[in-house]
């Protein structure tokens, strides 16, 4: 059965050493929706996950999740979760089947509760075939696919996803995403964590955007494009050297907002119509014309410069 409040945070502090990490964050999970929690490295999203599972002790705020009290009753909330980590650390020795066993058995399941489930997860995971199979023997799309199979196996009413494809090719991309997409319309709860605009695009209903521990934007995908960005993107590119300073130069005045990156301009206006006729005349250029996305919000709330 779904929870009326699958996860609500509010005035969330934690600092490492003096230095804020998580610095008055509020948000809340709608049931049965996917929310993306979204930042540039270093903003703080792990450290939330953990806050929020109950791994490390808020410095102050309140989390409730699955309607329990973290970090007072953790173990508890956390049951009700499934969680898919950053880096796979399902069991190397042991087959897919073993694997799944040995979860179930961690949040006290009975052996033939978590053998009668294990035919939907492996057919949820695409892996019916592979039952059997040792890990090493696994692609690394099987082993995401498992990772979200165990942390089902106790059924979930939250799942916590922390970047659930970073380092899949696009098939195995895909793949995930329909499943997401299930799962959400089981009614499950999803927090999503991802480098990825296209996949917080498609897959979120809300998110935030956090930096330094803060959060900085909030709302639906659409939302928060036509509140931040310009709805037109005119990417230029260099083909000549000089060519494309020539133009920026020539186009100052005009009603775009142009940032320079490298050997690339991007122009975000609402009108593109005069920006397109002059590239026609230009030389020297390549260029293409889209609409804003998730993607341009992030870069212009975060900024172009490197996080690592
Ligand atoms: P994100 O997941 O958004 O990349 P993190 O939550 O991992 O961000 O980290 C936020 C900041 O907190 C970083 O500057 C990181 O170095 C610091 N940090 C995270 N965990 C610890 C820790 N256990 N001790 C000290 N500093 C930490």
Same mark, same amino acid.
């Given at each position: 059965? @779904? ?13 490492? /050493? ?37 791994? &490390? ?15 007072? +009753? ?13 880096? *796979? ?7 897919? &089947? ?29 892996? !019916? ?7 090493? &023997? ?23 996803? *922390? ?14 995403? !329909? ?6 319309? !089981?009614?499950? &709860? ?20 956090? *930096?330094?521990?803060?959060?900085? @934007? !909030? ?12 709805? +037109? ?11 494309? #300073? ?9 009603? @775009? ?19 397109? /006729?002059?590239? /026609?005349? #230009? ?8 609409? @804003? ?16």
């Amino acid at each position: 059965m @779904a929870v009326r409040m699958p996860l609500q945070v509010e005035a969330l502090h934690k600092a490492y /050493a003096g230095n804020p990490v998580v610095d008055g964050l509020s948000f809340a999970l709608e049931p049965g929706t996917c929310f993306g929690l979204l930042g540039p490295n270093g903003a703080g999203k792990t450290t939330t996950l953990k806050l929020c599972l109950g791994l &490390t002790a808020p410095d102050a705020g309140s989390i409730t999740l699955a309607g329990l009290p973290v970090p007072a +009753q953790a173990q508890a909330a956390r049951a009700r979760t499934g969680v898919v980590p950053q880096f *796979d650390n399902l069991d190397p020795d042991f087959t897919v &089947t073993e694997n799944l066993l040995v979860f179930g058995r961690y949040f006290g399941m009975t052996h033939a509760a978590i053998m009668a489930r294990i035919p939907w997860l492996l057919q949820f995971s695409g892996l !019916e075939n592979k039952k059997d199979a040792r890990l090493a &023997t696994l692609s690394g799309g099987m082993k995401r696919r498992l990772t979200l199979a165990r942390a089902l196996v106790h059924d979930p009413d939250i799942v916590f996803l *922390d970047e659930p494809t970073t380092g899949l090719d696009p098939q195995a991309r895909h793949l995930i995403w !329909e499943r997401l997409k299930q799962l959400k319309s !089981e009614g499950k &709860t999803l927090l999503l964590t991802t480098h990825f605009m296209d996949e917080a695009e498609r897959l979120c209903d809300r998110l935030i955007v956090i *930096d330094h521990g803060r959060k900085i @934007a !909030e709302g639906s995908p659409r939302e928060l494009i036509s509140a931040h960005i310009e709805p +037109q993107v005119v990417e230029v590119y260099d083909e000549a050297a000089g060519a494309l #300073a020539a133009f920026v130069a020539a186009q100052r005045g005009s009603s @775009a907002r142009v940032e320079v990156s490298g050997e690339t301009a991007f122009f975000y206006c609402h009108d593109p119509q005069p920006l397109l /006729a002059a590239l /026609a005349e #230009a030389s020297g250029l390549r260029y293409v014309h889209r609409a @804003a996305n998730l993607e341009d919000v992030f870069i212009k709330l975060t900024g172009r410069e490197l996080r690592d």
